[in-house]
Structure formats: structure tokens, C-alpha cells
């Protein structure tokens, strides 16, 4: 399983404050270690933000009223589990919160993150005299990699930008006449708003009071991250005109005609690989069991920093229905496998309860390379599939056999060839070449 990254959101307009709030309730997925939300107040800036999850970290009673704010869910790729790292990030003048990596701020002087290298960047353009706008622009042309950004100006402004690539989603909408920008879209239906669409790959989009004004700034080829449709965005999210749940059944049916494995029964790995595992089952005609119950309370296991606490968390993650898998030949169906541990445990659980055979189909090629685009994967020696080799895979998560999609049949389900595919390829799409053992130096746990 896959770290997530961040999730973004932010509002111009009357509730903005409490829209932020609950529009971050509903991007937890995106991101449980820490929350914050910053709106302006009297020309300033003010910021709350804590550890844990949004109904942890911020105190409602300490947000005021405003017309303008942003805030984030975090989970970090680069810097530690800190309040002082918690996003938004920023001061009385202005705040960011950013989804994604940029991967070469290490490249532009000494900064702890690339959270700071954004604000920094951006505060010393203003000083010499440029506009937010122009000076977010300029951050713009030396940044490389992933970023869905908001930035939020004392005077109420809030600009929202996409990468040139549009590694991660951002969506702009409108509720009970408020502007917001959301990581997702399905958020902004589920707060009564109505969806205006994707901020597009490259896209500058100035948000105040009186509306919005929208600059296309890069004109590239985007390259959305293959992933937000496998396993990080919500079912019932659109990501650039594609629906993540048809993705997801899709990528099912295609794993069913062209990996099958003869069993009696499929059993999804909860929560993002069962819509994988109900199309597996509906192609193959063999019946989908929820034997694997996801245990409700429990923190997703990778919020843990270290292998034993991951471990750790992983004993309690799930709990088994025996009787669902004893003496069966099961298809065990996952969205994607990184290092291996869950995968592993979650086979000797399996066999513990009786099942007979296990094989494991994989909605999604096998991960071979990190990803320096917002994606927090070990780097390349920790990862399960460096080698390639299935017979060597299947050994050391002790199942009978496994298989993948292959790059592909991965396009064929999602629809879509112009998408981000590097750490199943090693090709990365982004804008400078890099030595990769550098990055790998830099970026990896
Ligand atoms: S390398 Fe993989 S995880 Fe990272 S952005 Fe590309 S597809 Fe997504």
C-alpha cells in the first residue's frame, strides 16, 4: 500500500471558513498526520493548524468568520511529522498549502522543505516588487515537478495553480454562491456545490470576491498521476473527465481476461482495490467475499514513520472472515503492492484461516521506481517488484502465484495514454533531467 500524499481545499466567499473546514472533513483520505486552516482577518493572515485528523487537529472555536481561506490534509513526503512542517505554511502576509513535490527545490538553496522554498520564493519576489500573481508565476517557470497550490493573500485573494504536468488533481466549484478549489471534485458535490471543472495542467486561476480570472501560463502535455485513479482519489471522484470508479471496475475486468487464476472466490484487499475486485469477479463469474474487514477505528498503517509501528498497526488493521476463505482457492485482488509487508501478512492470514490457495492479481503494473512527483515510496532497492520477476514476488509474499496489469492494459482501463506512469517505468515526465540517484538521496525514507 501507498502513502498518500496532501489534500487542498480553499473558498472565497460568505462561509468560507466553515466550508474549508468541512471540505478538509471530507479529503481525509488524502492525508491523516496533520490539518490547518488560514483566513484573513482585519488585512492579515491567521493560521490554526495541529497533528492528527482534521477533528483533532483544528479546535472550531479558534476559526473566525472570513470570506477567504485555504487549508490542508498531510501526509508528508519530504520533512517529518511536525506542527512547524503542518501546512498552511505561512505568515500575516500570506499562506500556502500545497498537494504534491517539487521535485528540484533542493536544487535552490538550503530549505528544511519544499513547503518553505515555495513561501520563501514567493516572499522575496513580492519584495522586490512584483505582484503575487506575477511572483507565483516566476515560481511557476524554476519549479519542477508536482504541485496543486494555493496561495492566500491578506487582501482576501486566493490563487490557485496546477502544474504544468498536473501530477495531482485540483477542481474548481461553486457553493451557495462561494468560489472553492478542491484536490477533488466529489468533495464539492457532496458539500451541495456545483462542480465549474478541473483547474487544467499549467493554469493560474486568481479567486476574489467578485469571481475569478483564469491564465493558462504552461501549455503542455498533462500527465496526471496514474495512481489518483488506482488508488488515491475517491470512488466517486471525476479526475480530468474520467470517472474513478469506471476506472476502477475496469481495471478489474481487464486483471480478470488477462490474468485469470482459477478459484472459488475473489477477495478485495479494503478499501480502494473493491471496485478492482467487484470487476474481477463480475468478468470471471467468480463470487466476490468481503472475507478481509477493515477495522474501522484503526489510522491507515503508513501514517506510521517507522517499519515496527507500520507493523505494528498492521496486526490491527484487518480482521478475517474464516469462514469466507477455509478450504477455498481464493483470488486475493490489490490495487498495488509497495514494499510487500501487508501483502505478506495479509497471505499468512489466509492460509492461517484455511484457504488452499492463494493467488494475488494486481490492479496496477508492478511499482519499480520511486516516484519524486508526491508520492512517498522507499526508494528503489525497498521496493517488491524491482526485480521483475513474479515467480521471486509470489515466493516472498508467499502466495501461489501473482500477476499484474501491464502498462497497457493499465491505459486501456483508465482510457487514458497521457498519464504519469514513471515508477512502473522509470520514464519521468518532468521538465529537467536529473541524475536519479540524487533524487533517490534526497526524496527517499
Ligand atoms: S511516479 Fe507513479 S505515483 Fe508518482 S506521480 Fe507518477 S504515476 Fe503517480
Given at each position: 500500500?501507498?502513502?498518500?500524499?496532501?489534500?487542498?481545499?480553499?473558498?472565497?466567499?460568505?462561509?468560507?471558513?466553515?466550508?474549508?473546514?468541512?471540505?478538509?472533513?471530507?479529503?481525509?483520505?488524502?492525508?491523516?498526520?496533520?490539518?490547518?486552516?488560514?483566513?484573513?482577518?482585519?488585512?492579515?493572515?491567521?493560521?490554526?493548524?495541529?497533528?492528527?485528523?482534521?477533528?483533532?487537529?483544528?479546535?472550531?472555536?479558534?476559526?473566525?468568520?472570513s470570506?477567504?481561506?485555504?487549508?490542508?490534509?498531510?501526509?508528508?513526503?519530504?520533512?517529518?511529522?511536525?506542527?512547524?512542517?503542518?501546512?498552511?505554511?505561512?505568515?500575516?502576509?500570506?499562506?500556502?498549502?500545497?498537494?504534491?513535490?517539487?521535485?528540484?527545490?533542493?536544487?535552490?538553496?538550503?530549505?528544511?522543505?519544499?513547503?518553505?522554498?515555495?513561501?520563501?520564493?514567493?516572499?522575496?519576489?513580492?519584495?522586490?516588487?512584483k505582484?503575487?500573481?506575477?511572483?507565483?508565476?516566476?515560481?511557476?517557470?524554476?519549479?519542477?515537478?508536482?504541485?496543486?497550490?494555493?496561495?492566500?493573500?491578506?487582501?482576501?485573494?486566493?490563487?490557485?495553480?496546477?502544474?504544468?504536468?498536473?501530477?495531482?488533481?485540483?477542481?474548481?466549484?461553486?457553493?451557495?454562491?462561494a468560489?472553492v478549489?478542491?484536490?477533488?471534485?466529489?468533495?464539492?458535490?457532496?458539500?451541495?456545490?456545483?462542480?465549474?471543472?478541473?483547474?487544467?495542467?499549467?493554469?493560474?486561476?486568481?479567486?476574489?470576491?467578485?469571481?475569478?480570472?483564469?491564465?493558462?501560463?504552461?501549455?503542455?502535455?498533462?500527465?496526471?498521476?496514474a495512481?489518483e485513479?488506482?488508488?488515491?482519489?475517491?470512488?466517486?471522484?471525476?479526475?480530468?473527465?474520467?470517472?474513478?470508479?469506471?476506472?476502477?471496475?475496469?481495471?478489474?475486468?481487464?486483471?480478470?481476461?488477462?490474468?485469470?487464476?482459477?478459484?472459488?472466490?475473489?477477495?478485495?484487499?479494503p478499501?480502494?482495490?473493491?471496485?478492482?475486485?467487484?470487476?474481477?469477479?463480475?468478468?470471471?463469474?467468480?463470487?466476490l467475499?468481503?472475507?478481509?474487514?477493515?477495522?474501522?477505528?484503526?489510522?491507515?498503517?503508513?501514517?506510521?514513520?517507522?517499519?515496527?509501528?507500520?507493523?505494528?498497526?498492521?496486526?490491527?488493521?484487518?480482521?478475517?472472515v474464516d469462514?469466507?476463505?477455509?478450504?477455498?482457492?481464493?483470488?486475493?485482488?490489490?490495487?498495488?503492492?509497495?514494499?510487500?509487508?501487508?501483502?505478506?501478512?495479509?497471505?499468512?492470514?489466509?492460509?492461517?484461516?484455511?484457504?488452499?490457495?492463494?493467488?494475488?492479481?494486481?490492479?496496477?503494473?508492478?511499482?519499480?521506481?520511486?516516484?519524486?512527483?508526491?508520492?512517498?515510496?522507499?526508494?528503489?532497492?525497498?521496493?517488491?517488484?524491482?526485480?521483475?520477476?513474479?515467480?521471486?514476488?509470489?515466493?516472498?509474499?508467499?502466495?501461489?502465484?501473482?500477476?499484474?496489469?501491464t502498462?497497457?492494459?493499465?491505459?486501456?482501463?483508465?482510457?487514458k495514454?497521457?498519464?504519469?506512469?514513471?515508477?512502473?517505468?522509470?520514464?519521468?515526465?518532468l521538465?529537467?533531467?536529473?541524475?536519479?540517484?540524487?533524487?533517490?538521496?534526497?526524496?527517499s525514507?
Amino acid at each position: 500500500m501507498i502513502r498518500e500524499h496532501c489534500g487542498v481545499f480553499g473558498a472565497v466567499g460568505e462561509g468560507s471558513v466553515k466550508l474549508t473546514y468541512e471540505g478538509l472533513k471530507l479529503l481525509q483520505h488524502r492525508g491523516q498526520e496533520s490539518a490547518g486552516i488560514s483566513w484573513t482577518k482585519d488585512g492579515r493572515v491567521k493560521l490554526v493548524k495541529g497533528l492528527g485528523l482534521v477533528g483533532e487537529a483544528i479546535d472550531p472555536e479558534r476559526l473566525e468568520e472570513s470570506e477567504a481561506s485555504i487549508g490542508h490534509v498531510r501526509y508528508s513526503t519530504t520533512g517529518s511529522t511536525t506542527l512547524e512542517e503542518a501546512q498552511p505554511l505561512g505568515n500575516d502576509r500570506i499562506s500556502v498549502s500545497f498537494n504534491g513535490t517539487i521535485t528540484n527545490y533542493f536544487m535552490h538553496g538550503d530549505y528544511p522543505t519544499d513547503t518553505e522554498f515555495i513561501l520563501t520564493f514567493l516572499e522575496r519576489e513580492m519584495k522586490g516588487g512584483k505582484p503575487l500573481k506575477e511572483s507565483l508565476k516566476g515560481f511557476m517557470d524554476v519549479a519542477d515537478g508536482a504541485y496543486s497550490l494555493l496561495v492566500l493573500a491578506r487582501d482576501g485573494t486566493v490563487l490557485a495553480v496546477r502544474d504544468p504536468r498536473g501530477f495531482r488533481p485540483l477542481v474548481l466549484g461553486k457553493i451557495n454562491g462561494a468560489w472553492v478549489v478542491s484536490s477533488e471534485d466529489s468533495v464539492i458535490r457532496q458539500l451541495g456545490g456545483q462542480v465549474i471543472g478541473s483547474v487544467h495542467p499549467g493554469e493560474l486561476v486568481v479567486i476574489q470576491r467578485g469571481g475569478i480570472k483564469r491564465e493558462q501560463v504552461f501549455h503542455m502535455l498533462g500527465t496526471t498521476c496514474a495512481f489518483e485513479y488506482i488508488y488515491f482519489a475517491r470512488s466517486d471522484s471525476v479526475i480530468d473527465g474520467v470517472s474513478v470508479y469506471s476506472a476502477r471496475i475496469k481495471l478489474g475486468e481487464i486483471l480478470a481476461e488477462r490474468h485469470p487464476a482459477r478459484a472459488d472466490v475473489v477477495v478485495p484487499v479494503p478499501e480502494s482495490s473493491r471496485p478492482i475486485a467487484l470487476g474481477f469477479s463480475r468478468r470471471s463469474g467468480i463470487p466476490l467475499e468481503e472475507a478481509l474487514v477493515r477495522t474501522v477505528y484503526s489510522k491507515r498503517s503508513f501514517i506510521m514513520p517507522s517499519n515496527e509501528k507500520r507493523n505494528e498497526v498492521l496486526k490491527e488493521k484487518f480482521g478475517l472472515v474464516d469462514v469466507a476463505v477455509r478450504d477455498k482457492r481464493v483470488v486475493l485482488v490489490d490495487d498495488s503492492i509497495v514494499r510487500g509487508n501487508t501483502m505478506n501478512r495479509i497471505v499468512s492470514s489466509l492460509r492461517g484461516a484455511g484457504a488452499r490457495e492463494i493467488h494475488v492479481r494486481i490492479g496496477s503494473p508492478m511499482i519499480r521506481y520511486p516516484c519524486y512527483m508526491g508520492i512517498d515510496f522507499p526508494k528503489r532497492s525497498d521496493l517488491l517488484a524491482r526485480s521483475g520477476d513474479l515467480r521471486r514476488i509470489a515466493e516472498e509474499i508467499g502466495a501461489d502465484s501473482v500477476e499484474y496489469l501491464t502498462v497497457e492494459e493499465m491505459e486501456l482501463a483508465i482510457g487514458k495514454r497521457t498519464i504519469c506512469e514513471a515508477c512502473f517505468t522509470g520514464d519521468y515526465p518532468l521538465r529537467g533531467k536529473y541524475d536519479l540517484s540524487s533524487l533517490e538521496r534526497v526524496f527517499s525514507r
